[in-house]
Nanobody
Framework: QLHLVESGGGLVQPGGSLRLSCSTS????????IGWFRQAPGKGLEGVSC????????NYADSVVGRFTISRDVANNMVYIEMNNLQPEDTAVYYC????????????????????WGQGTQVTVSS
């Protein structure tokens, strides 16, 4: 089911930055773990980052550590991923997704943990 909306994708030069946003009008994002995923042409879905409901747990794929930062805007019911020093290998369709509320304040990167998705936003890194 698609109930999330991603925005902020686009074309950026290597070394550039983008901030992607994830939003919904259907439920409160702060109740759920939220993950960001990406799928590059010809490749499988890759977990990029996730944030727990209260934000105390954040996980990142090794390939984006130190470059990407996930955050919540509780007041505006948004989740962001700030992407810096983008490289051509970051080119992909980026999706946000929500997982069922966990007992503990955690999040997991495997996509199978998530059951509510957005339609994706294209990020292209090219000179």
């Amino acid at each position: 089911q698609l109930h999330l909306v991603e925005s902020g994708g686009g074309l950026v030069q290597p070394g550039g930055s983008l901030r992607l946003s994830c939003s919904t009008s259907r439920f409160t994002l702060g109740t759920y773990p939220i993950g960001w995923f990406r799928q590059a042409p010809g490749k499988g879905l890759e977990g990029v980052s996730c944030i727990s409901p209260r934000g105390t747990s954040r996980n990142y794929a090794d390939s984006v550590v130190g470059r990407f930062t996930i955050s919540r805007d509780v007041a505006n019911n948004m989740v962001y991923i700030e992407m810096n020093n983008l490289q051509p290998e970051d080119t992909a369709v980026y999706y946000c997704a929500a997982a069922p509320p966990p007992v503990l304040d955690i999040c997991l990167l495997p996509a199978g943990s998530y059951n509510t998705w957005g339609q994706g936003t294209q990020v292209t890194v090219s000179s």
